[in-house]
């Protein structure tokens, strides 16, 4: 737990120096074995990237560092609640623990719009604010059957 406070206080440390640089309140460090493996800090903002969160972005400099996509074994301290996208990627990274200081209302009272994803997530597509449209008939589903019979796969 002593180390949970630890590497969080890292995470804040990260999200407030890149307030000072431009930079979105947002940071984030992936450990292994109590060691810091990566950490990153939004940068939105600056890379004219809207994915480039922080947890994005150290989950992405994670998998490079070790060389794998599976960070089952490893740990995310976030200066703030992950947003849905972010989630989302730590779900398909494998993480199973995450150690985070503020919640997403306190990112919405910041102004961050974060409820509008939490939202729509739960709806119908024909019911959210994006267009929606699916076509099909292209011979879509040939590719999943081709991943299907795909010998060499790895799964994620």
């Not at 979105?24 to 460090?29: H, R």
């Not at 503020?102 to 919405?108: F, G, I, L, Y």
């Not at 974060?114 to 589903?141: C, V």
Request: charged share 30%; hydrophobic share 40%; proline share 3%.
């Amino acid at each position: 737990m002593c180390e949970d406070r630890i590497f969080l206080k890292r995470a804040i440390d990260i999200a407030r120096a890149g307030i000072v640089k431009g930079n979105g309140p947002f940071g984030a460090v992936i450990v292994k074995d109590n060691k810091i493996i990566a950490e990153a800090q939004n940068s939105v903002i600056l890379s004219h990237d809207p994915t480039a969160h922080a947890e994005i972005s150290v989950i992405r400099k994670t998998a490079a560092i070790l060389e794998t996509h599976d960070l089952s074994d490893c740990v995310l301290y976030s200066s703030c609640e992950p947003c849905p996208m972010c989630l989302g990627a730590i779900y398909w990274s494998g993480i199973k623990k995450i150690v985070y200081a503020s919640c997403r209302s306190d990112a919405e009272n910041a102004g961050f719009r974060d409820s509008i994803i939490y939202d729509e997530m739960n709806l119908d597509p024909a019911d959210r604010r994006l267009e929606f449209i699916r076509l099909t008939g292209m011979g879509e589903e040939k590719v999943f059957e081709r991943w299907k019979e795909y010998e060499s796969k790895i799964s994620y």
